[in-house]
């Protein structure tokens, strides 16, 4: 495994691999502090191809929170040896500014969402994907891969990337993977990293919720089933709601009964750190 900092060495690197034979390309776009989530990733591109290159850059621009952005985990060193053993054979960890130019720092990047980012965490995080199609669109055209793959804990974020692929014509295929947990239920995070051992207990409420709300489909609508889960997470000491929506898995938009496939996502602050999670409800 090497690990590179430089477009140019990555592109000459590629441009060896590929030469060599080596066709299959995956690529795994993450922001390091990685766990076992990332490394299903890994693991599941070390199987599907010949190559795999994993990208580790905390990415600013799509970040709407500073101090999300400064406490956000970094340990390169340790993603190494984690990315070792997972099988992958080039790490890309640039710098900031071997990434972006300074307008583009400063310039918000302009992507039509087609609606996709209006709801959920676009409504809450405004700007942010935005940035994570500018770094997720700079990487497919630096590696080229042939498949790209990305964790389903972040559907929104997927849905997007999907949109993106097609709306920017990239020859890539799009692999969604399963939300991994810890034993406890709660969905695998780097920000897990940052909540402390009781904190930990108290998330796993979220899953649970989750779980358990499953139990009410078709019975209840999903308006009501939205209630449920509001006032279920409420009654957790230490777990503040952001939103709970049951949203049409295609448009992400409300939905209203439960005749096309549908996702709750939900997004909770436990303490200062804030959690996502999803689960398929019809
Ligand atoms: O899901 C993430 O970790 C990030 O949003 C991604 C896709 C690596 C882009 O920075």
């Given at each position: 495994?090497?690990?590179?900092?430089?477009?140019?060495?990555?592109?000459?690197?590629?441009?060896?691999?590929?030469?060599?034979?080596?066709?299959?390309?995956?690529?795994?776009?993450?922001?390091?502090?990685?766990?076992?989530?990332?490394?299903s990733l890994v693991e599941q591109s070390v199987r599907e191809n010949d190559y795999t290159v994993v990208s580790v850059f905390v990415n600013p621009t799509q970040f709407n929170n500073p101090v999300d952005l400064e406490k956000y985990p970094r340990d390169l060193d340790k993603d190494a040896d984690l990315l070792r053993i997972s099988g992958c054979d080039l790490i890309f960890a640039p710098s900031k500014e071997t990434i972006y130019t300074e307008e583009e720092l400063q310039k918000p990047f302009e992507f039509d969402f087609g609606g996709l980012d209006q709801v959920m965490e676009g409504k809450f995080r405004?700007?942010?994907?935005?940035?994570?199609?500018?770094?997720?669109?700079?990487?497919?055209?630096?590696?080229?891969?042939?498949?790209?793959?990305?964790?389903?804990?972040?559907?929104?974020?997927?849905?997007?990337?999907?949109?993106?692929?097609?709306?920017?014509?990239?020859?890539?295929?799009?692999?969604?993977?399963?939300?991994?947990?810890?034993?406890?239920?709660?969905a695998m995070?780097?920000?897990?990293?940052?909540?402390?051992?009781?904190?930990?207990?108290?998330?796993?409420?979220?899953?649970?919720?989750?779980?358990?709300?499953?139990?009410?489909?078709?019975?209840?609508?999903?308006?009501?089933?939205?209630?449920?889960?509001?006032?279920?997470?409420n009654q957790i000491q230490g777990l503040e709601l952001e939103y709970f929506e049951i949203a049409n898995t295609k448009t992400l938009?409300?939905?209203?009964?439960?005749?096309?496939?549908?996702?709750?996502?939900?997004?909770?602050?436990?303490g200062e750190v804030r959690l996502i999670d999803n689960i398929r409800c019809s």
């Open positions: 495994m090497i690990i590179v900092n430089t477009t140019d060495s990555l592109e000459k690197t590629l441009a060896t691999v590929r030469s060599a034979g080596n066709k299959r390309i995956g690529l795994v776009p993450t922001m390091g502090a990685l766990h076992a989530g990332h490394v405004p700007g942010h994907f935005n940035g994570v199609v500018q770094i997720v669109s700079k990487l497919f055209s630096l590696v080229k891969p042939q498949r790209a793959y990305f964790g389903e804990k972040d559907f929104q974020q997927l849905s997007i990337i999907h949109r993106m692929t097609d709306l920017m014509g990239f020859d890539i295929q799009i692999v969604d993977c399963p939300i991994v947990r810890e034993a406890s239920g709660l995070s780097s920000r897990n990293e940052r909540l402390t051992p009781e904190q930990r207990k108290i998330a796993a409420g979220i899953s649970k919720v989750l779980f358990e709300c499953r139990n009410f489909v078709p019975s209840y609508s999903p308006e009501k089933l939205k209630q449920w889960v509001e006032n279920e997470i938009q409300p939905a209203i009964n439960w005749e096309k496939p549908t996702v709750g996502c939900i997004a909770v602050y436990c």
